[in-house]
């Protein structure tokens, strides 16, 4: 099983990026995909999930401005971030439910001016 995170970056407040998963290892289209993310000193949270009906939910902090989308065919899910602000500063990870403890390296964003 293997994640591999991308399109992280620096960006002021009020941008936008886009994440893509690259996901390897198991039956990416009948897995649940969530977005993770891990600010400085803090313990890492769920931020959106997807399930394999294309089904959506978002923590309360990131909902309306952030979209979890996926492509079976590329075995890879997204998430499209608008509106940035400074505290969606962190590492971003994905993670398909049922394989708890494999990460991949995640991506950085950073949020500042």
């Known amino acids: 099983v293997q994640f591999v995170e991308s399109g992280g970056g620096l960006v002021q407040p009020g941008g936008s990026l886009r994440l893509s998963c690259a996901a390897s290892?198991?039956?990416?289209?009948?897995?649940?995909m969530s977005w993770y993310r891990q600010a400085p000193g803090k313990i890492r949270v769920a931020v959106a999930v997807?399930?394999?009906?294309?089904?959506?939910s978002y923590a309360d902090s990131v909902k309306g401005r952030f979209t979890i989308s996926r492509d079976n065919a590329k075995n890879t899910v997204y998430l499209q971030m608008n509106s940035l602000k400074p505290e969606d500063t962190a590492v971003y990870y994905c993670?398909?439910?049922?394989?708890?403890?494999?990460w991949g390296q995640g991506t950085q964003v950073a949020v500042s001016s």
């Open positions: 993670q398909a439910r049922g394989w708890a403890g494999y």
């Open positions: 997807i399930d394999s009906a294309g089904g959506t």
């Open positions: 290892g198991f039956t990416f289209s009948s897995a649940v």
